[in-house]
């Protein structure tokens, strides 16, 4: 009795076993005859490259691509190799031309200033820094505190926002994007900024106290501030009062013709009237007498 059980039991593991083994052969058959062709051919990176990081050999790889090739994906290492790392790539992400600073650019912070744009350096401390959490990527706004020209009239120190939503490039020699905000403290700080903001930055370095303000990236609206001054916090108003001028000159216009004046007659006095006196002649014999006389003596 125990040997046909025996019997039973070793036929029947026989059995599972060829058919696990017939079921094996056709999963792997299936997997074979599915599996996709190569579409083409990719350049990843072999290793996790940081921001500024001249690209060599060892740094990529090309690898047969099954799916649909990303847009901007290089195809040759050739591609890539001597260009500088403008965005971090992880290891084993398709290497893009966007991710690449332009050939010739070479790598470090000038790879990542974009055209057209300028890095200005900014001297900070504990606190202008807001303690060290000012890190490559975020987003600042930048205050000035001084004395106006010609004086604050009595409103003491005048503080207002210079620039919003600046790009912080580098913190430090740093460029690497702090995902666990650790505070480092830094001497120095790179804002991205246009050639015309960096004539501001510079001039307001020198002249003035800056301090940089912490903001949320996402948040990018531009907030028109009026500015404040010491007399403000012990009198409670908000902004500077707005200073006097004075009114400016009427333009010019064209000069309104005069009439021309009026010719002034001269009074000419009326001349004299002239009397011819009247002659009468008498003759007497031989005598010849005349008499003359003005024409009004006969009315008397």
């Given at each position: ?124 401390n504990d606190v ?45 020699q740093d460029m ?125």
């Amino acid at each position: 009795m125990n040997k046909r059980l025996l019997s039973v039991l070793a036929f029947a593991l026989v059995i599972s076993a060829v058919a696990s083994w017939v079921l094996y052969r056709l999963i792997v058959t299936k997997l074979s005859t599915s599996a996709k062709p190569a579409i083409a051919q990719v350049v990843v990176a072999s290793r996790n490259l940081e921001i500024g990081t001249l690209l060599k050999d060892s740094d990529v790889k090309t690898v047969d691509w099954n799916d649909p090739e990303p847009k901007g994906a290089l195809g040759a290492g050739s591609d890539a190799i001597g260009r500088g790392v403008v965005a971090t790539i992880y290891e084993g992400e398709p290497i893009l031309e966007t991710r690449l600073a332009a050939k010739g650019a070479g790598g470090g912070l000038a790879a990542t200033i974009p055209p057209g744009m300028r890095a200005v350096s900014i001297r900070v401390n504990d606190v202008g820094g807001v303690s060290g959490f000012v890190r490559p990527g975020a987003r600042v706004d930048v205050l000035i505190a001084g004395t106006p020209p010609g004086g604050s009239n009595g409103l003491g120190t005048v503080s207002k926002t210079l620039l919003q939503n600046m790009e912080v490039l580098s913190a430090g020699q740093d460029m690497q994007k702090d995902a666990e905000g650790k505070p480092v403290s830094v001497p120095v700080v790179n804002l991205l900024v246009t050639p015309q903001q960096a004539e501001t930055l510079s001039l307001a370095s020198s002249e003035m106290r800056i301090q940089l303000v912490l903001r949320n990236p996402l948040d990018t609206q531009t907030v028109t501030t009026p500015g404040t001054a010491v007399s403000n916090l012990f009198t409670g108003e908000t902004g500077l009062p707005q200073q006097s001028r004075p009114p400016l000159p009427k333009p010019a216009g064209k000069p309104v013709a005069k009439a021309p004046p009026k010719p002034v007659v001269a009074q000419v006095a009326a001349p004299p009237k002239v009397v011819v006196p009247l002659t009468v002649e008498v003759i007497t014999g031989t005598t010849r007498a005349e008499t003359k006389f003005k024409p009004d003596e006969g009315k008397r």
